[in-house]
């Protein structure tokens, strides 16, 4: 029995493949959380009497030569459609990163293992879609961005001004009293701030309330906007199903990779066929 590209295409894209890759990776992530608690691995290590961190280490070897298997066959059944992809460059992106955390004279990127988590993105169409629903998003709030930028330096230049010789810990520079305005903004420090501030100068809240008001009630909030703006292109059978037409090559296909060029000669071909049908049943009735 000949194996062909597309039967294998087939069946890595399967439920069966597609669900166990993804329990894999659930499982390296979490023996890598494992990792995080040495103390609890040395006392399980006592308690089996073998070193439960070596043993560790070798499942995770062999989730990565499992992933490579994954991708490099994946890579022969597509052939010359595989780099085209977006999606496969981000998969062979990821796994190179996370074999350099696996290689022992790499020990100060071993942490880039974490990264394995990110392959679950690629594995689900619902989460694909959300990546880009955000990157859409994203290229929308470039204007948003800027003005969010120019109003911190503002509000910081002036702030410098006013209160960088009493509270130069918060307002002590340039970069410092973005910061801390920034926290005001995002993680609503306020009321630390002003605390902190209206000590020496009573008269702050003048400063800070518009701001804040601007800040958090306005601008930041057009991202969420911009983000709802965009889910609502999608329907609700879109996003139950993870799929999402010319969304960046995100969706794959089931009957084998076909280029843009052949998929759209295909639909002119249909056309035409209607349209000789079309007059031959106009022909016929005119005469």
């Known amino acids: ?7 294998t295409l087939r069946t890595l894209d399967s439920p069966f493949v597609t669900i166990g890759i993804g ?12 990792e995080t608690y040495p103390a609890l691995l040395a006392q399980w290590s006592v308690a089996i009497s073998f070193p439960l961190g070596t043993l560790l280490d070798r499942i995770s070897i062999g989730f990565v030569v499992l992933f490579i298997l994954e991708i490099a066959t994946r890579c022969w059944a597509q052939g010359r459609e595989y780099p085209r992809d977006p999606w496969n460059l981000f998969d062979v992106l990821v796994l190179g990163a996370t074999v350099f955390g696996e290689a022992s004279y790499f020990s100060a990127l071993r942490v880039l293992r974490v990264l394995r988590l990110l392959g679950l993105v690629s594995r689900s169409g ?128 089931e009957t084998g990779p076909k280029s843009t060029s052949a998929m759209l000669a295909g639909e002119l071909r249909a056309m035409r066929e209607e349209i000789a049908l079309l007059r031959a049943e106009l022909f016929r009735r005119e005469h």
């Open 126 to 253: 619902r989460l694909r879609l959300m990546v880009w629903v955000i990157m859409r998003a994203f290229s929308g709030c470039s204007a948003i961005m800027l003005l969010i930028l120019i109003i911190l330096y503002v509000f910081a230049v002036v702030g410098y001004s006013l209160y960088g010789a009493s509270n130069p810990d918060l307002f002590g520079n340039l970069h410092v009293a973005m910061y801390t305005l920034f926290n005001v903004a995002a993680n609503y420090h306020l009321d630390e701030v002003v605390s902190a501030v209206a000590v020496y100068h009573p008269t702050v809240y003048w400063f800070l309330l518009p701001y804040f008001l601007l800040m958090s009630f306005v601008i930041l909030n057009l991202f969420t906007g911009i983000i709802v703006y965009f889910l609502t292109e999608l329907s609700f059978e879109e996003i139950q199903s993870g799929r999402r037409q010319n969304a960046l090559n995100f969706e794959s296909s």
């Open 23 to 34: 329990i894999a990776i659930l499982l390296n992530a979490a023996i890598i959380g494992l």
């Open 1 to 7: 029995m000949v194996i062909t590209r597309r039967d």
